[in-house]
Antibody, heavy 118, light 112 residues
Framework: QVQLVESGGGGVQPGRSLRLSCAAS????????MHWVRQAPGKGLEWVAR????????QYADSVRGRFTVSRDNSKNTFYLQMNSLRPDDTAVYYC???????????WGQGTLVTVSS | DVVMTQSPLSLPVILGQPASISCRSS???????????LNWFQQRPGQSPRRLIY???RRDSGVPDRFSGSGSGTDFTLKISRVEAEDVGVYYC?????????FGQGTKVEIK
């Protein structure tokens, strides 16, 4: 069965960096694009970024473009989100999600909480 | 960005009664391939989101058939034919054809 396990969240000061990881299993990871979606405390869902199956094509939300970078290691079945210049409004639970190929996401991880505060 | 507008934002329902959530997009999520990339997700309290419906009306495996999606163009609807206690949570529509992908604000379904 598909499993996505995020890690790397925690508390960080504004302006600092953090890298999130998403360990995938139960499917052919190298064949699927992957996404990050976040949810601020008590708020709705916000799509953050997508990376193609081979890591060559990517899209970002305007709110993170230039500060966040997605990458993947298909040999390790792991997807990453490098977050630089963090701001308090980046505070959220970050979910990784598997693309369904048919322009959607079909599986989500349990999420990892990032708190940006001084 | 494509704006997804859901209504109502809060939906108290009686167990066993139907419920309906509307989602309107500022641009049609129809692709050049003719498919419409409109999704519905359920987020139960304390859980990750779960996809219920994709491409307007295709139900995911394991999703009860009391859930149905419909619509076209820029207007879409999620219907629950008979609400059960396990349906409590927040429901989101999402368009997945225009970058960035965008979600509606969410509709909180609770038992009256």
């Amino acid at each position: 069965q598909v499993q996505l396990v995020e890690s790397g969240g925690g508390g960080v000061q504004p302006g600092r960096s953090l890298r999130l990881s998403c360990a995938a299993s139960g499917f052919s990871f190298s064949l699927y694009p992957m996404h990050w979606v976040r949810q601020a405390p008590g708020k709705g869902l916000e799509w953050v970024a997508r990376l193609s199956h081979d890591g060559t094509d990517f899209q970002y939300a305007d709110s993170v473009r230039g500060r966040f970078t997605v990458s993947r290691d298909n040999s390790k079945n792991t997807f990453y989100l490098q977050m630089n210049s963090l701001r308090p409004d980046d505070t959220a639970v970050y979910y990784c999600a598997k693309d369904s190929i048919r322009w959607s996401v079909d599986y989500w991880g349990q999420g990892t909480l990032v708190t940006v505060s001084s | 960005d494509v704006v997804m507008t859901q209504s109502p934002l809060s939906l108290p329902v009686i167990l066993g009664q139907p419920a309906s959530i509307s989602c309107r997009s500022s641009q049609s999520p129809v692709s050049t391939d003719g498919n419409t990339y409109l999704n519905w997700f359920q987020q139960r309290p304390g859980q990750s989101p779960r996809r219920l419906i994709y491409e307007v009306s295709r139900r995911d495996s394991g999703v009860p058939d009391r859930f149905s999606g419909s619509g076209s163009g820029t207007d879409f609807t999620l219907k629950i034919s008979r609400v059960e206690a396990e349906d409590v949570g927040v429901y989101y529509c999402m368009q997945s054809i225009h970058w960035p992908w965008t979600f509606g604000q969410g509709t909180k379904v609770e038992i009256k």
